[in-house]
């Protein structure tokens, strides 16, 4: 942000190039994307319609994506929330966010203004005219949500709203005096001015006009907001709270109607982010003398607590574990007073749990550095803990310990030469000095050093915890060896770290690395004037020796912080209870490894790194990435993936094996849990009372699939490596789309446009592209047709030898539509055999594959494979008469009449009119059309048949109108075919060995005869049905349908006589419908 506040910027979104707009059908919204009244208001009282000249079309734009993601989250989330959720929200997201997030409805802002309004006379009747009742207007705003605080709910349900009925009747019934007519017209009479919004706060003034008794008065209006919510209002009148008056309402409605006049600001808090100190000291001062008499008392009384170190609001600034418990100037009675303060929020039911829920389980922040490793099943019903809970645990803690007291007061304190029996636990064996202290405390005791201006102490008292550390890791290798043989035979291990560091509430791991990352930091006075220009540029480190007491000491307080920050992201740890404690996990982890990525590795910070590496792998049930973890430990995808890419130009075998070791996924693997491995997702826990659901599972299998295709990446051309990571691709990793994702991944990296294909690596995309295949074989899947053709194209890339075997393995891989439809269809096309440069050999393989392929589907699914088999074996007698045979033998069972009439379409295509005629009558035997399906979708097919026959000869046209007659009762239909079999002679297909007579067919005789008759009774029955429940309006269409039945009665030589008695009938029957009667005579006597 500028300074002075001299930027101001409109609310109308910067100009979209045409290569950003979108592609698409404009949307209704279009014409108003800011939400004006014709859209999403929707208008109130008929005002702000749309002012377009009857017949123009407006020129309509579809938002773009970015407004209308913000058009949602500012309806549906707090921006606390979206604040919490993302570390950095770019600006221009945020002044979308804080745009939309203003009321865009005016029926809204009519109901609030119209709570207290009585009305002088005629109020009432106006209300009345209207007669909306508040069902009728829609409900007020559902309770919990942000609509504005104090509203009165029996006002509300009583319909002591008038809505927007009322308000448009009180326009012309005497209820002027609504304060949203009111401020309609204010807002229409120019009133409002000096429209300012500051995120969530819209501010502006309001100038009621001078009348002959009164001056003009203008009133400064404040309107807050929340997620489409108006959340408080104050105006200069007197009007606060829910009760809108006129000039709230010309406020709220010259922003929802003109936005774009309106100047938008982000939070205020947000600017001051941005100021440095210069400027800060300027907005201050500018600020107290603009408002000097309303800011100046308030401003004094602020700097003289902040200056006073005893004032209440230095006292509760920073962290509990900061200010409180750890802070060394704490005097014992305030740190009393203040325990019993937060026993007190503790104890209260609405007091925020702790995140993460972690039981009583948990050791005790004053126990030592031994843990002991078993718990008993008593623990896995833990007490309720609050956010406060693990500081009140800590209230014993204190500075007076003079062995902490000597760590922190000089850099060469070491051990005495003649140690006592109690000393020697405080010490390692080189006499460097160790904090036997809960880890997270410790490091909590760090941070309160830091931030009480100690930074030397701070650092002193880190190396001894990483020391104590150190010798922890090296205590738990020594158990491993001895545990080492049963555990890789039991193949599972116990929980080893009750309480893991990354992602735990006082952040240690955070807390050491930023503690030696900043001794280390350079100061550099270009660095400071960059990143005032809002210029990312990552901080530069120097190495710098660790002050200790040791000569032989050589350390950096950077390795130290690459060492630390190793250590406790390796640690082996089980996943948290809650979604927001197991996302917190994740979210700690991608901080650390970001900081981590800052460090410029040089040679001693690889050395560091291959160390701790090795120290992980052989960490055993301790490190995350030990040989045997426990089911449920936190999977390490995403630091191993940081590890790899470190590690790798340095020392690949080891980058590997790590990558390798990491890749497993044990909660989705075998086990002896009772859940239902089909859904992994859903997988039910070996101990259900104490191991939650893992909420962040889709995020953590999406972690493996990164570090699978970066593995991938960096191994292509190395067979071995590439099977290798085959093999613990297939046997980890448990998601079918994450699979096909590696797969097109590989694919993609080894067809590159230019340069040659690696084949290794396409075969291996092929091998996961098959076992995708047999994983979403018998489940459902929206990407199985996707999946199948990439796997075609992905085979035909490798060569004619991998088109050849999935053909003759289809039954694993494949439906026998799939089959048949597109993998042989394919497989055989010209494009393929192009792109191959196939001889006739290879050829004539693929293509006796594809047959065989396709009789082998037509046998298992001929309903839906009968076609494609006719068509792939149309080029060999043998092989086609085969599938021939079956679509037959099938016919009788299950086939619809839709499917034979498709395959008789089909032979009589190929040339084989006859037995596309034997496959019309099987399919003539399956249909049955009402009286009133005179436009389903068969009748075309009915006409095909029965041209077919015709154009066979009078024998199986014969044979077909029984059929017909049985199946067809639409006496349109049955004419239609009647009047085609008469005009022209039958026998015209040209069949070899027979002869056309040449003569017109006559419908006194059979087989015509027959089919004359079924249209006539058809007519007659239709004619009754349609005449039960007629109206008026289908009396026209009723007489055009008796003239068509008169043209079929009249065919026979005494149809006239048939036609007049069925009128007769008509007239006695239907006799008290006398309209319509009448229309009969008029027509046909």
């Known amino acids: ?50 002012c377009l000249a009857p017949g123009a079309r407006p020129h309509l734009q579809p938002e773009s994506l970015l407004d209308c993601a913000a058009k949602t989250v500012a309806e549906k989330w707090a921006y606390e929330r979206v604040e919490e959720r993302f570390e950095r929200i770019p600006e221009p997201v945020q002044r979308r966010i804080v745009y939309w997030s203003f009321p865009r409805n005016e029926r809204e802002i009519c109901m609030y203004s119209s709570f207290q309004y009585r009305g002088g006379p005629g109020a009432g009747a106006a209300g009345g005219a209207a007669g909306a009742s508040p069902a009728e207007e829609g409900p007020p705003p559902p309770p919990g949500s942000a609509a504005p605080t104090g509203s009165a709910p029996g006002a509300a349900a009583a319909g002591a709203s008038p809505g927007l009925g009322t308000a448009a009747g009180a326009a012309g019934g005497g209820g002027e005096g609504l304060p949203f007519r009111r401020g309609i017209r204010l807002l229409d009479s120019g009133s409002v001015e000096n429209v300012l919004q500051v995120g969530f706060h819209l501010s502006g003034t309001v100038t009621e006009a001078a009348t002959t008794s009164e001056p003009a ?26 009760f809108y008056c006129a000039h709230v309402v010309a406020l709220s409605l010259y922003r929802i109607r003109k936005p774009d006049q309106v100047k938008l600001r982000l939070p205020i808090s ?16 500018y600020l107290i003398t603009a408002h000097h008499t309303e800011v100046l008392p308030t401003a004094q009384k602020l700097a003289d607590e902040i200056l006073s170190s005893n004032s209440e609001i230095n006292q509760v600034n920073g962290a509990l574990w900061v200010c409180i418990i750890l802070n060394p100037h704490c005097k014992l009675e305030e740190k009393s007073c203040w325990l019993q303060q937060l026993q007190k929020w503790s104890d209260l039911d609405i007091c925020p749990l702790e995140d993460g829920n972690y039981g009583h389980e948990l050791p005790n922040i004053t126990n030592a550095l031994p843990q002991n490793a078993s718990h008993s099943p008593d623990s896995l019903s833990r007490p309720r803990r609050t956010v406060f809970t693990r500081a009140i645990e800590g209230r014993e803690l204190h500075w007076q310990d003079s062995h902490l007291q000597r760590i922190i007061s000089s850099d060469i304190y070491t051990a005495p030469a003649c140690q006592q029996e109690s000393e020697r636990l405080l010490f390692n064996s080189q006499g460097q000095p160790l904090w036997l202290e809960h880890v997270p405390t410790a490091c909590a005791r760090v941070d309160a050093l830091r931030s009480h201006g100690y930074p030397k102490e701070a650092l002193r008292l880190t190396v001894a915890i ?30 080893t770290n009750l309480e893991g560091w990354v992602g735990h509430p006082l952040d240690p791991i955070g807390c050491l690395f930023l503690t030696l990352t900043e001794a280390c930091r350079l100061n550099d006075d270009g660095y400071l004037e960059v990143s005032d220009m809002n210029e990312s540029r990552p901080p530069v480190y120097q190495h710098v020796p660790v002050a200790t007491g040791c000569p032989n000491s050589h350390e950096s307080y950077l390795s130290l912080a690459l060492e630390v920050a190793l250590m406790g992201m390796g640690q082996q740890r089980v996943m948290p209870e809650g979604l927001y404690a197991q996302d917190k996990v994740c979210r700690n982890e991608e901080q650390l490894l970001s900081r981590l990525q800052e460090l410029q590795l040089d040679d001693e910070l690889v050395q560091t790194l291959q160390k701790q590496c090795i120290l992980l792998l052989e960490g055993g049930p301790f490190s995350g990435l030990g040989e045997v973890i426990h089911r449920e430990s936190v999977p390490m995808h995403t630091f191993a993936k940081y590890l790899f890419s470190a590690l790798l130009p340095h020392d690949p075998d080891l980058s590997y094996k790590l990558a390798l070791r990491a890749m497993r996924l044990p909660v989705l693997e075998n086990s002896t ?11 039910v826990s070996v101990v259900p009372s104490r191991y939650p659901r893992w ?51 590989a694919f993609k990296i080894a067809t590159p446009t230019d340069s040659s294909t690696d084949s290794t690596l396409l075969n291996v995309a092929l091998e996961l592209g098959l076992q995708v295949m047999r994983m979403t074989l018998s489940t459902l899947n929206w990407r199985r047709r996707e999946m199948v053709r990439w796997l075609v194209t992905c085979a035909t890339e490798v060569g004619v030898r991998a088109l050849v075997s999935i053909l003759q393995s289809w039954y694993t891989l494949f439906t026998p539509t799939e089959a048949t439809s597109i993998v042989a269809a394919t497989a055989v096309s010209h494009t393929t055999i ?31 494979c009968a076609l494609s088999a006719l068509t792939l074996c149309e080029k060999d007698h043998i092989a086609f008469e085969a599938a021939y045979q079956i679509a037959i033998d099938a016919a009788t069972g299950g086939m619809t009449h839709a499917q034979l009439f498709t395959i008789a379409r089909y032979m009589e295509l190929r040339g084989y009119p006859l037995r596309a005629f034997k496959l019309a009558s099987l399919a003539m035997s399956h249909l049955n059309l009402a009286y009133n399906q005179d436009t389903h979708p068969a009748i075309n097919d009915v006409l095909w048949a029965c041209a077919l026959s015709h154009s066979l000869g009078k024998n199986e046209l014969a044979a077909l109108i029984p059929l017909v007659v049985k199946s067809v009762h639409c006496a349109t239909v049955l004419s239609d075919i009647l009047r085609r079999c008469t005009v022209t002679a039958p026998g015209l297909a040209g069949i070899p060995g027979r002869r056309s007579s040449g003569k017109l067919m006559s419908t006194d005789k059979a087989p015509l005869r027959q089919l004359l008759d079924a249209t006539i009774n058809a007519y007659i029955n239709t004619t009754h049905s349609r005449l039960t429940h007629i109206s008026p309006r289908h009396y026209g269409e009723f007489i055009e349908f008796l003239s068509k039945a008169r043209e079929t009665f009249l065919l026979p030589q005494d149809g006239h006589l048939q036609f007049a008695q069925f009128i007769d009938n008509l007239k006695q029957i239907y006799k008290g419908k006398k309209k319509l009667m009448l229309l009969v005579r008029e027509r046909f006597g």
């Open 695 to 745: 909420f962040t599972l889709g995020h953590l299998e999406s972690q493996q699939c990164e570090l699978a295709s970066t593995m991938l990446t960096a191994a292509k051309g190395d067979t071995l490596r590439l099977r290798t990571i085959l093999e613990a691709i297939q046997k980890h990793i448990h998601s079918s789309s994450l699979i096909f994702k590696l797969a097109q991944d």
């Open 270 to 285: 947000e600017t001051l982010f941005q100021m440095n100190r210069d400027q800060l000291q300027k907005f201050i001062q």
């Open 1 to 50: 942000m500028a300074e002075g506040g001299e930027r101001e910027e409109l609310l109308s979104p910067s100009p979209v190039s045409p290569a950003k707009r979108l592609c698409s059908w404009p949307s209704p919204q279009a014409h108003h994307p800011r939400g004006s009244p014709g859209t999403a208001s929707g208008g109130v009282g008929g005002v702000g319609g749309s």
């Open 217 to 242: 008065v203008t009133y400064k209006v404040a309107i807050s907001f929340d997620r489409c919510k108006i959340t408080s209002v104050t105006c200069g009148c007197g009007n606060k709270d829910i």
């Open 673 to 683: 849990s009772t859940g239902d491995s089909s859904h992994p997702h859903h997988m």
């Open 466 to 495: 990483i020391n104590t550390l150190r010798l922890q890791q090296q205590r738990q290798l020594e158990i491993y060896k001895h545990q080492k043989k049963e555990l890789l035979q039991r193949g599972t291990t116990t929980i």
């Open 834 to 864: 192009l792109r191959l440069s196939l001889d006739y050999p290879q050829r004539e393989e693929l293509a006796s594959c594809a047959r065989t392929l396709a009789l082998q589907c037509a046998m298992k699914d001929p309903q839906s």
